[in-house]
Nanobody, 120 residues
Framework: QVQLVESGGGLVQVGGSLRLSCAASGSILSIHSMGWYRQAPGEERELVADLSRGGLTTYADSVKDRAIISMDNAKNSVSLQMFSLKPEDTATYYC??????????????WGQGTRVAVSS
């Protein structure tokens, strides 16, 4: 059983910053990558940023100059720092991870989501 638990969401002022954290726990043999997605009401879930264990990062165009993703391999955790927040950053943010528990194929796991609201 693998669990991803997010923390750090909440209400933020326009132009402010936030830090989201996610920790994976359970029978984890190896993690290939961890990342963050978000879903606004009425919209599809979209990638915000992800980071492979080897250090390859991907950022959505909408955040690439305003976000930093980092991973703590020893703690099986990933963090997302976002700056200069805009109202359009308002969404539920989901952590995900590609994990293998037995050395076979990597499966994707999702956290329960943490709500971020950016207000003016």
């Amino acid at each position: 059983q693998v669990q991803l638990v997010e923390s750090g969401g909440g209400l933020v002022q326009v132009g402010g910053s936030l830090r989201l954290s996610c920790a994976a726990s359970g029978s984890i043999l190896s993690i290939h990558s961890m990342g963050w997605y978000r879903q606004a009401p009425g919209e599809e879930r979209e990638l915000v940023a992800d980071l492979s264990r080897g250090g390859l990062t991907t950022y959505a165009d909408s955040v690439k100059d305003r976000a930093i993703i980092s991973m703590d391999n020893a703690k099986n955790s990933v963090s997302l720092q976002m700056f200069s927040l805009k109202p359009e950053d308002t969404a539920t943010y989901y952590c995900n991870a590609y994990i293998t528990v037995n050395g076979g194929a990597y499966d994707v796991y999702w956290g329960q989501g943490t709500r971020v609201a950016v207000s003016s």
